[in-house]
């Protein structure tokens, strides 16, 4: 069955850390763009990050909000991709979902638009409380 799954989503304190997982089953992730996006309740999802197949360049984005926090990154072996998640604040609080794209490379400017991504996983999540 393709699939994708993710774990890792947890309560954490201010200023913690905590590592997302993307698992793929049926299929190789390493061919296609991979994005994180997440959201809040009441909010718009919002894109995080994107990583581009290790086949293409590898390039990634990641919104500003996320800048210098947060890290995608993968790992072909597992069939995996992650999102290094530091300096968590309680702004990060939401159910953070993984999406493959059919296309090796994220777009630039569309990267963070969600109708650019064919494959959802059932999102994960994380609360950043005191």
């Known amino acids: 069955q393709v699939q994708l799954v993710e774990s890792g989503g947890d309560l954490v304190q201010p200023g913690g850390s905590l590592r997302l997982s993307c698992a793929a089953s049926?299929?190789?992730?390493?061919?296609?763009?991979v994005g994180w996006f997440r959201q809040a309740p009441g909010k718009e999802r919002e894109g995080v990050s994107c990583?581009?197949?290790?086949?293409?360049?590898?390039?990634?984005y990641s919104a500003d909000s996320v800048k210098g926090r947060f890290t995608i990154s993968r790992d072909n072996a597992k069939n995996t991709v992650y999102l290094q998640m530091n300096n968590l604040q309680p702004e990060d609080t939401a159910v953070y979902y993984c999406?493959?794209?059919?296309?090796?490379?994220?777009?630039?400017?569309?990267?963070?638009?969600?109708?650019?991504?064919?494959?959802w996983g059932q999102g994960t999540q994380v609360t950043v409380s005191s």
């Open positions: 999406a493959l794209m059919e296309r090796r490379t994220c777009p630039r400017r569309a990267w963070s638009d969600g109708s650019e991504y064919n494959r």
């Open positions: 049926g299929f190789s992730l390493d061919y296609y763009a």
């Open positions: 990583i581009s197949s290790s086949r293409s360049d590898g390039s990634t």
